[in-house]
């Protein structure tokens, strides 16, 4: 019996700063999969907040990540997704709704995440709120199908990194099913 390998389904995260957009934007082009921008689907009331510089809360971030869910779910021949994914309930939440989810979580130091938000004019997540977005990170590394890379490698590599272990490591789950 042959088994089709389970559609790549993929969040790039970490913290403000790090580059979720331009990594998932070229990863997902190197993949041949969609990109959704998770900031795309916050409810206004979040984006006044971070506007205002005030940090998101558990609840405020509850319906957001059931959209991003619903989102993932729904994109069963595969999508890459860019998510903060801060906290490990977080990226359950966004597990149970896609089995064989994987993530890329951009590592990088406080002060590289400060420079680049200050260097975002206008951009809905102000440098004030860099320092909660570290409070609230807890490291996915040692969860299964994380991939860890340093955010400060040129972006080429990242993608080729990307590309390359979702090529060539099964997803979550899959290994399971060979």
């Known amino acids: 019996m042959t088994l089709?390998?389970?559609?790549t389904r993929l969040v790039v995260m970490g913290v403000a700063g790090c580059g979720k957009s331009s990594l998932g934007q070229q990863s997902a082009a190197a993949?041949?999969?969609p990109l959704l921008e998770g900031d795309d689907f916050h409810p206004a009331a979040n984006v006044a907040k971070m506007r205002g510089g005030?940090?998101?809360?558990?609840d405020d971030r509850a319906a957001w990540l059931d959209t991003l869910a619903v989102?993932?779910?729904?994109r069963t021949d595969g999508v890459v997704l860019t998510c903060s994914s801060l906290k490990r309930r977080y990226r359950d939440r966004l597990r149970a709704a896609a089995p064989g989810l994987r993530f890329v979580f951009l590592q990088l130091s406080r002060e590289q995440a400060r420079d680049r938000v200050a260097a975002r004019p206008g951009h809905l997540f102000p440098v004030s709120l860099v320092d909660s977005q570290f409070e609230a990170l807890e490291d996915p590394s040692a969860e299964p199908g994380v991939l860890a890379l340093d955010a400060t490698r040129p972006l080429p590599e990242l993608v080729h990194a990307v590309a390359q272990w979702v090529r060539s490591v099964p997803a979550p789950g899959e290994e399971a099913r060979a």
């Open 31 to 33: 993949l041949g999969l």
């Open 54 to 58: 005030m940090a998101l809360s558990d």
């Open 4 to 7: 089709t390998p389970v559609p």
């Open 71 to 74: 989102q993932l779910a729904a």
